[in-house]
């Protein structure tokens, strides 16, 4: 009994005197590794985007355009003068003739008569019968070659005698009787240069208007 106490207390000391031991624990790791296991699972759930609707936006309806169908012009006509009245006319031509017979008898030939010159002529003699006096320049203030140039008469040279008479008669008379070297009418009537004349009658203020074209 007293050999057994003291060999105890020898191992006690002995045990306490003994370096730690550390070699590894083959449990141990085992739980530490346990417990340091952590699975963290992230549960995410995507909520989906909506998917992006195609926005159409409606074209707006095209409104017919209406293109105003533009008002037919007037065809613009050529103003025809009426034909001079058959005793205008009658009286045209007798002037005609009496020049004539004034050139023969002087020796020079006769003029043909020309209805281009006569259109004129006439228009021209209306022109002075309207507005009650005779001129050589119209009441729009065409002269000669613009009034022979309206009725397409486009000789390179023209001129003109107008007179207020009673008669063809008396008006041809008041043309040739003219003293030289004032006589600008008489030698007109029987210049060797003229080839043609139109004459133009219209009734006036008593008496008429005789105007009488020459050209060449």
Same mark, same amino acid.
């Given at each position: 009994m007293k050999i057994i106490f003291p060999a105890i207390i020898l191992a006690l000391f002995l045990a306490a005197c003994a370096p730690p031991?550390?070699?590894?624990?083959?449990?141990?790791?085992?739980?530490?590794?346990?417990?340091?296991?952590?699975t963290a699972t992230a549960t995410f759930t995507a909520?989906?985007?909506?998917t992006p609707t195609a926005t159409v936006t409606p074209s707006p309806t095209p409104t017919p355009t209406v293109t105003p169908t533009p008002s037919p012009r007037a065809t613009p006509t050529a103003t025809i003068s009426p034909a001079p009245t058959p005793d205008a006319a009658d009286?045209?031509?007798?002037?005609?003739?009496?020049?004539?017979?004034?050139? /023969? $008898?002087? @020796?020079?030939? =006769?003029?043909?008569?020309?209805?281009?010159?006569?259109?004129a002529?006439?228009?021209?003699?209306?022109?002075? /019968? $309207?507005? @009650?006096?005779? =001129?050589?320049?119209?009441?729009d203030g065409a002269d000669l070659?613009?009034?022979?140039?309206?009725?397409?008469?486009?000789r390179r040279w023209a001129t003109e005698s107008w007179a207020w008479a009673r008669s063809p008669q008396r008006a041809v008379a008041m043309w040739l009787d003219e003293t030289p070297p004032d006589d600008?009418?008489?030698?007109?009537?029987?210049?060797?240069?003229?080839?043609e004349v139109g004459v133009g009658v219209a009734p006036g203020n008593g008496g008429y208007y005789f105007i009488a074209d020459f050209g060449r």
């Open positions: 031991d550390t070699s590894p624990d083959p449990v141990a790791p085992a739980i530490r590794t346990k417990r340091a296991t952590f909520t989906p985007s909506p009286r045209a031509h007798r002037v005609w003739r009496l020049i004539n017979q004034a050139r /023969a $008898q002087n @020796g020079f030939p =006769s003029l043909v008569y020309n209805d281009d010159l006569a259109l002529a006439q228009r021209h003699a209306e022109d002075c /019968a $309207q507005r @009650g006096y005779g =001129s050589h320049i119209g009441s070659r613009t009034r022979l140039l309206r009725v397409g008469y486009r600008p009418h008489r030698r007109m009537l029987l210049s060797p240069r003229l080839k």
